[in-house]
């Protein structure tokens, strides 16, 4: 993918955020998509070698739109100025674990879990760390992911220990299951951003393949 174009694209979207340049401009947004749906193909094939449950996933069910939802944001801007997709099994909306990418003039970068997951699929998570508080706390623990992402991220964890769960692992205390690590698109080849992004992911399974053994965990 050619990332200083795509960087170009979205700094002229920033200062010109509107329907009508988009509009004169969306040749230019449509191979640039083109680009970043062939660039999420790649990158299902290359998880797919390490993580089977997404072989067969499609790039473009993956995908993020561009245009915001501006219905109840005090932004009206009507687009985003960045390219996202989040690679699951059933797609971007999916409720499984999901490899996540975003490039854009903000920030860029690369996470995965499951962020706030819903009350039901949170609940079934505090089950299965109060009946396995080791796993829970070797996964806060974890080598790989303390190294390469400094844990997992802190930014929804409650003060006290959630209602019902008086005490066990501190991994109770998250309402969010997730990891990430910014980067700067810019500073990588087109080759070079792929292998990053694929050594990323690769190293997200400890978190991935606990998610999946605690929601299909049956007491």
Do not use: C
């Not at 989040?86 to 909306?93: C, D, E, K, P, T």
């Not at 692992?169 to 080759?191: C, E, G, H, I, P």
């Not at 792929?194 to 965990?217: G, I, Q």
């Amino acid at each position: 993918m050619n990332l200083e174009r795509l960087t170009q694209f979205l700094i002229e979207l920033q200062f010109s955020n509107s329907k009508v340049w988009f509009d004169a401009h969306r040749p230019e947004y449509q191979v640039l998509k083109l680009e970043f749906i062939e660039l999420v193909t790649r990158l299902i094939a290359g998880i797919a070698t390490f993580d089977s449950s997404v072989k067969g996933v499609i790039a473009k069910d993956t995908l993020f739109r561009i245009n915001r939802d501006i219905r109840y944001s005090h932004n009206k801007s009507p687009y985003k100025t960045h390219f996202s997709a989040a690679i699951a099994a059933n797609g971007r909306h999916s409720s499984l674990p999901i490899y996540y990418l975003q490039l854009g003039i903000e920030e860029s970068f690369v996470a995965g879990g499951i962020y706030l997951p819903e009350p039901p699929q949170l609940l079934q998570l505090r089950h299965y760390m109060m009946q396995h508080p080791k796993k829970a706390e070797a996964l806060l623990k974890n080598k790989i992911l303390l190294e390469q992402f400094e844990g997992l991220d802190t930014e929804h964890i409650l003060t006290r220990f959630p209602k019902g769960f008086p005490e066990g692992s501190s991994l109770l205390k998250y309402k969010s299951f997730t990891v990430s690590q910014n980067f700067d698109a810019l500073a990588l080849t087109s080759s070079e951003l792929e292998e990053f992004l694929l050594s990323s992911y690769k190293k997200m399974l400890p978190l991935h393949k606990w998610l999946r053994e605690a929601l299909t965990f049956l007491e």
